[in-house]
């Protein structure tokens, strides 16, 4: 399937996870792809998976997405690289837990920024080039944390939260200029961020209220013993919204967790 045939598309978050596989993913479907991360070895590993031919169309960036010095020039950089751009896809962020009592005000300053302002900024920077064409497309990350409870995680989900509101406001503002901007809402897809998950969960930590956290659909991957979606899922979901066969999807999210929150 090449139905992204000439597109130009910059996936922050790509040395990983979900933003890996939507790289690889967009690639395999004809796109350039500029791949963009804080990682530079993980950029590597990105790199290494692209098939041939695909790989041609690969350039990856090292680019912070907390500072904003390191988006503007790293956005800039990508948009020489393709050309223009007609897509941004925003998947790189942070997941940390805590008792909201013990959380710092560091603490949620981190997560908020690489999040929330993450994602402005890289939106921000990118909407120029973006609206140099009839028709382009922002994909932006929220998480099923943003509309369902998830223990231990009141600043993680605050800033899906913030992101999904952005996200509509977006929609509706540059929407007459040919604009969709649409959030995919991940929830129980085996990731990096996922698997260190319990690293950061409270020693006391009540674990039963995670009891609601599990898949429905059966799958063959875990992280701490909970089923698990593959990224590659929600990779596929994404190229479509990206495509054509997207065309009339903007301001809203979709959900992509496997029933977990049937």
């Given at each position: 399937m090449n139905r992204l045939n000439g597109h130009r598309i910059l996936v922050t978050g790509a040395a990983s996870g979900i933003g890996q596989a939507t790289a690889l993913r967009l690639l395999r479907e004809g796109a350039s792809v500029v791949a963009a991360d804080i990682s530079a070895d993980g950029l590597d590993r990105t790199r290494a998976l692209a098939y041939e031919p695909d790989a041609t169309r690969l350039t990856t960036q090292t680019m912070n997405i907390g500072d904003e010095a390191s988006v503007v020039e790293g956005v800039r950089a990508s948009v020489a690289t393709l050309g223009g751009l007609d897509a941004l896809v925003n998947a790189a962020g942070i997941l940390r837990a805590s008792h909201t009592r013990d959380t710092s005000l560091d603490l949620w300053n981190q997560i908020i920024g690489i999040n929330l302002t993450g994602t402005f900024l890289a939106v921000r920077?990118?909407?120029?080039?973006?609206?140099?064409?009839?028709?382009?497309?922002?994909?932006?990350?929220?998480?099923?944390?943003?509309?369902?409870?998830?223990?231990?995680?009141?600043?993680?989900?605050?800033?899906?939260?913030?992101?999904?509101?952005?996200?509509?406001?977006?929609?509706?503002?540059?929407?007459?200029?040919?604009?969709?901007?649409?959030?995919?809402?991940?929830?129980?897809?085996?990731?990096?961020?996922?698997?260190?998950?319990?690293?950061?969960?409270?020693?006391?930590?009540?674990?039963?209220?995670?009891?609601?956290?599990?898949?429905?659909?059966?799958?063959?991957?875990?992280?701490?013993?909970?089923?698990?979606?593959?990224?590659?899922?929600?990779?596929?979901?994404?190229?479509m919204l990206v495509s054509e066969d997207g065309a009339f999807i903007t301001g809203t999210e979709i959900r992509i967790d496997g029933g977990t929150h049937a």
């Open positions: 920077e990118s909407l120029s080039p973006l609206l140099d064409n009839p028709r382009s497309t922002v994909v932006n990350f929220s998480s099923t944390s943003a509309s369902f409870a998830h223990p231990y995680m009141a600043a993680y989900a605050a800033s899906k939260g913030g992101i999904q509101s952005f996200t509509h406001a977006l929609a509706l503002e540059y929407g007459k200029a040919g604009l969709r901007a649409v959030c995919v809402a991940p929830g129980s897809i085996k990731s990096g961020i996922i698997d260190a998950t319990p690293g950061y969960v409270p020693a006391d930590a009540d674990w039963t209220l995670f009891g609601k956290l599990s898949p429905i659909l059966p799958t063959d991957l875990e992280s701490g013993g909970a089923g698990m979606g593959d990224p590659a899922a929600v990779a596929g979901v994404i190229a």
